[in-house]
């Protein structure tokens, strides 16, 4: 039987819900039962075996639904595996370097048994909402900077891990 995961993700305009649906993609072909889902819609993580939570950055923070998630549901989320990932960096440098965890995403893996953080490019194109999102792309500061081979790259070698853990349970 297939470990069933869940890819909760955090976004205002979608691009960090296209990482997670990548992530959840790439675990199905592993042969996981892997679902990408709104971290707000999710009410119940315990009939997941495992969990990925991803936040779009904003103004060095985690999506406000990432926060509440990983806060409503630690109990739970410190019963199974767990990986974090972020995205916003609206530069090449995602692609660069390890970027660290934000100051409220490094609590909250204290917390938790968070196994790997990793930070990817973000996405922030013309029809962006929020008021800061519209200016900085109005400014030329936009731009979709998401690597998904690096993405898929990542997904796969989680996908790896618990299939190698329920291989030798």
Known sequence: MPANVLVAYGTTNGS????AEAVAEVMSKAGLAAEALPARSV??????DAVVVGGGL????????????VRRNRRALADRPLWFFSSGPLDASASEKDIPPVPGVRRAMGRLDVREHVTFGGCLQEGAKGRIAK???????GGDYRDFPAIETWAARVAGELIEERESH
Do not use: L
């Not at 960090?16 to 990482?19: D, E, F, K, N, V």
């Not at 009410?43 to 997941?48: A, I, K, L, Q, S």
């Not at 904003?58 to 998630?69: C, E, I, L, Q």
């Open 43 to 48: 009410d119940d993580v315990t009939r997941y």
């Open 135 to 141: 200016m900085i792309v109005r400014n030329g500061k």
């Open 58 to 69: 904003y103004a060095g923070r985690w999506h406000r639904d990432a926060r509440r998630f």
């Open 16 to 19: 960090t819900a296209q990482i």
